[in-house]
């Protein structure tokens, strides 16, 4: 099983970004999906997750009013809009499945059995 990752690249701050995670082996239409991060030098972090109906969605304090995760079930899809970026939000971002039939939103990576290979987001200041 193989989540492909798009999306990424270097921006300055102020700009948006566009991260999409879709994958050809696996449903996601009955999962939670979520986005973490990896700075450098750091552990990795939650930043969202969006619930399987996309009804429900959480995000990290830091990204509050500035991201936006969304899915599309049909296209077995799900995005991250980023804008208004700042520099502090460089790192690898990675989208992840919670492989469990409409479990609740989590912030924990351990509930999350399926991840993405990572994309490099760099925001020059």
């Known amino acids: 099983v193989q989540l492909v990752e798009s999306g990424g690249g270097l921006v300055q701050a102020g700009d948006s970004l566009r991260l999409s995670c879709a994958a050809a082996?696996?449903?996601?239409?009955?999962?939670?999906m979520g986005w973490f991060r990896q700075a450098p030098g750091k552990e990795r972090e939650f930043v969202a997750a969006i619930s399987w109906n996309a009804i429900s969605t959480d995000y990290v304090d830091s990204v509050k009013g500035r991201f936006t995760i969304s899915r599309d079930n049909a296209k077995n899809a799900v995005y991250l809009q980023m804008n208004s970026l700042k520099p502090e939000d460089t790192a690898v971002y990675y989208c992840?499945?919670?492989?469990?039939?409409?479990?609740?939103?989590?912030?924990?990576?351990?509930?999350?059995?399926?991840w993405g290979q990572g994309n490099q987001v760099t925001v020059s200041s």
């Open positions: 992840a499945v919670r492989p469990t039939n409409w479990a609740a939103l989590s912030r924990s990576m351990d509930d999350y059995g399926l």
């Open positions: 082996t696996v449903i996601f239409k009955d999962y939670a």
